[in-house]
């Protein structure tokens, strides 16, 4: 199975400041199609987890242009830029390259 | 709207089996994927398997050989079955569409005696 390994574990961050959240995968996730299959999602408290970024740097719909995200094959960024209240929660990196689709074990957001 | 609803359930003694339905609108289960995804209280997420829109499926392999799932096209539902039930399978069971753009409230399941 694609180990994914994010860090930090938590971050606290000053509401307007910017956070970055990494992720690593044992594999390199770019397909044969050329995607990479890199997913990233918040999980607000008590709440189902919600996409925010497809394929290492498209933003899904209706997800503020604050959040970013990049990286190369096997080593990803989510950037938080002027984080807001709504922003808290935990941060999950997932993939799709194969089965069975993995997770991280999360970054949880806090602010200062 | 596209809508995803999870039931079932919310006790199963351990070794029994579980039995929990998807039920979504706004989309057909011809045209899209759904997936099961588990999250054991206070843990990370843990995807379980997945319908895919032509009505094959395929499953995490640390789950095969107990898990199940099928549909009803005619009823927009998706099921997931899965036997052998242990403490550690208590958790919050969520489907959820195709890129996972859309998702269920999710059904907490707890396994106890």
């Known amino acids: 199975d694609i180990v994914m390994t994010q860090a930090p574990l938590s971050v606290s961050v000053t509401p307007g400041e910017s956070a970055s959240i990494s992720c690593r995968s044992s594999?390199?996730?770019?397909?044969?199609?050329?995607?990479?299959?890199l997913y990233w999602y918040l999980q607000r408290p008590g709440k189902s987890p919600q996409l925010l970024i497809y394929?290492?740097?498209n933003l899904a719909s209706g997800v503020p242009d604050r959040f970013s995200g990049s990286g190369s094959e096997t080593d990803f960024t989510l950037k938080i830029s002027k984080v807001e209240t709504e922003d808290v929660g935990v941060y999950y990196c997932?993939?799709?390259?194969?089965?069975?689709?993995?997770f991280g074990a999360g970054t949880k957001l806090e602010l200062k | 709207e596209v809508q995803l609803k999870e039931s079932g359930p919310g006790l199963v003694q351990p070794s029994q089996t579980l039995s929990l339905t998807c039920t979504v609108s706004g989309f057909s289960l011809t045209d899209y994927s759904v997936h099961w995804v588990r999250q054991p209280p206070g843990k990370g997420l843990e995807w379980m398997g997945v319908?895919?829109?032509?009505?094959?499926?395929a499953y995490n392999s640390a789950l095969k050989s107990r898990l199940s799932i099928s549909r009803d096209t005619s009823k927009s539902q998706v099921f997931l079955k899965m036997n052998s039930l242990q403490t550690e399978d208590t958790a919050i069971y969520y489907c959820t569409r195709d890129y996972f753009d859309y998702w269920g409230q999710g059904v907490m399941v707890t396994v106890s005696s």
């Open positions: 319908m895919w829109s032509g009505g094959s499926t």
């Open positions: 394929r290492m740097s």
């Open positions: 997932g993939h799709r390259l194969e089965y069975p689709y993995t």
């Open positions: 594999k390199s996730l770019l397909s044969s199609k050329g995607i990479t299959s």
